[in-house]
C-alpha cells in the first residue's frame, strides 16, 4: 500500500505560479510512475503530467505544455508540479498518483493505483 500526501495549492492570480509536492510512503518509490491530475467543478479527472521512475521521462497534456514542469526526487520520495504563467482555467482539485509499472506512458486516471487526497489550486483573473 503506498500512501501519497499533496500539499502546495492556493490562491493565486493569473500570470503566477505555485509548486506542488507529494510525498509517497513507498519503500521503493524508484519503482513508481508518478503523475498528477486534476479536477475542476463539473468536470471529469485529466491527465496533467506525469514522470518516469527514474525521472528520465516525462509526458505532459497539450494544455499545459510549456508552463508546467513534472520533476522527481527519489531520495526523498518525492514528486513536485511547478505551475508558471497559471491561467483561471487551471483552477482545481490537483491529485497526485502514482503506479507500479514499466509502460511508458500512463496517462489515463484508471491507469495508477494510488491516489493522494488532492490539493485545491485556485487560479484568479
Known amino acids: 500500500q503506498v500512501q501519497l500526501v499533496e500539499w502546495g495549492g492556493g490562491l493565486v492570480q493569473a500570470g503566477g505560479s505555485l509548486r506542488l509536492s507529494c510525498a509517497a510512503s513507498?519503500?521503493?518509490?524508484?519503482?513508481?510512475?508518478m503523475g498528477w491530475f486534476r479536477q475542476a467543478p463539473g468536470k471529469e479527472r485529466e491527465f496533467v503530467a506525469a514522470?518516469?521512475?527514474?525521472?528520465?521521462?516525462?509526458n505532459y497534456a497539450d494544455s499545459v505544455k510549456g508552463r508546467f514542469t513534472i520533476s522527481r526526487d527519489n531520495a526523498k520520495n518525492t514528486v513536485y508540479l511547478q505551475m508558471n504563467s497559471l491561467k483561471p482555467e487551471d483552477t482545481a482539485v490537483y491529485y497526485c498518483a502514482a503506479v507500479y509499472g514499466v509502460k511508458w506512458p500512463y496517462s489515463r486516471a484508471n491507469e495508477y493505483d494510488y491516489w493522494g487526497q488532492g490539493t485545491q489550486v485556485t487560479v484568479s483573473s
Open positions: 513507498a519503500r521503493t518509490f524508484s519503482n513508481y510512475v
Open positions: 514522470i518516469r521512475r527514474t525521472g528520465g521521462s516525462t
